[in-house]
């Protein structure tokens, strides 16, 4: 594959990946191999009670060939907060780091050069033997890094967003949204399949009980000049390293940046002058043009346009990634 191909996001892996396996209480060396299928016996924990969890982080291609991976200590950290509570061997830091070295160092000729980047894919499954442990934890487990060269997430780049506003479902169980586990986007695939069929939308914002969470893939930002609204951390919904890089920014920056919970009317009132957006490692910092509920349409700051605000505070975020701002909050690490 050359740099200058831009497949959709996911469909290509690099040529390697690490593998190591949890087993007898401990973790195995880990090895770097060329990713293949893996051998998988049919009883397999994760296959039958869903024992799996993964990550999502990405690393940046700089001129003089050094790779900066953004901000892994987190992404680490919150792979093994997700493993707790879905009670599987949580990986070793510095394994888990070394792997994702190991992997880049290896295949850093398919890193694409900016506006693209390698994105790693941590994934960790538990692979006990045993169609009966549906109450029993999985004691054996493979944990694996995937790298795959990316570019924008959303087809159109940076076209405005629609949205569907859901206020009767939830995108998961609510003490789960905070765990990156693979049943959770398998819950939020049925209903938004349905938004789109019937609304024409890209994604759903989930607001059970109107009060407003996330996306299936990313979290939820109103934004206006010098203000920033998101609903507080609690076990809901995914606690997003985007979200607190923008605000930890914004915060820099003077912006007043308000974390609480709010409600559906409350974002419709101010989406008609103000901004709203989703954060995530994969949508970066995506404007949302239109919020569509059961009772109609409402374009974003009337004209349903990317605003001015979102722009800027994505192009202060890839600025650092990228290196052409400086990294003054030892967000990189380079390899
Ligand atoms: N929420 C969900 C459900 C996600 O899948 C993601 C993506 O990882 C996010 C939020 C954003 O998290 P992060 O910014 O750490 O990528
Ligand atoms: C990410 O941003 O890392 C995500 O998890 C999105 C992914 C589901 C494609």
Not at 96 to 114: G, K, L, Y
């Amino acid at each position: 594959m050359t740099t200058q191909a831009r497949p959709a996001f996911g469909t290509v892996l690099t040529d390697h990946m690490a593998v190591a396996e949890f087993r007898d209480g401990q973790w195995s060396p880990f090895e770097v191999r060329p990713v293949g299928p893996l051998p998988m016996h049919p009883a397999a924990h994760v296959l039958h009670y869903g024992s799996e969890c993964f990550e999502g982080f990405k690393a940046y291609r700089r001129p003089d060939g050094r790779i900066a991976i953004f901000r892994m200590s987190r992404h680490v950290e919150r792979m093994r907060q997700s493993a707790r509570q879905l009670v599987l061997p949580e990986p070793d830091p510095q394994q888990f780091a070394d792997m994702v070295r190991a992997v880049i160092d290896r295949d850093r000729a398919q890193v694409p050069e900016a506006p693209g980047a390698l994105y790693l894919r941590p994934m960790l499954i538990g692979t006990t033997q045993n169609i009966g442990a549906a109450a029993t934890p999985s004691g054996e487990a493979l944990f694996i890094v995937l790298a795959s060269p990316v570019w924008d997430y959303f087809a159109g780049g940076m076209k405005p967003l629609r949205i569907f506003v859901e206020e009767r479902t939830t995108r998961t169980a609510s003490h789960l949204g905070v765990v990156k586990t693979g049943g959770n986007y398998a819950a939020a695939l049925g209903p938004t399949l349905a938004a789109r069929r019937e609304y024409g939308v890209d994604q759903v914002l989930f607001c059970p009980g109107g009060e407003v969470q996330e996306t299936g893939a990313a979290n939820f930002l109103l934004i206006r000049e010098g203000k920033i609204l998101t609903r507080s951390l609690d076990s809901t919904f995914l606690h997003g390293v985007t979200r607190d890089s923008l605000l930890t920014m914004a915060r820099d920056l003077g912006f007043q940046v308000e974390e609480r919970v709010f409600t559906v009317a409350e974002m419709l009132a101010w989406v008609k002058d103000g901004e709203a957006a989703l954060s995530g490692t994969a949508a970066v910092l995506a404007g949302v043009g239109t919020l569509v509920t059961r009772d109609g349409e409402h374009r974003v700051a009337g004209t349903g346009e990317v605003g001015p605000v979102t722009r800027r505070l994505r192009a202060a975020l890839v600025g650092i990634q990228t290196g052409e701002n400086p990294d003054t909050r030892g967000w990189l690490e380079y390899v």
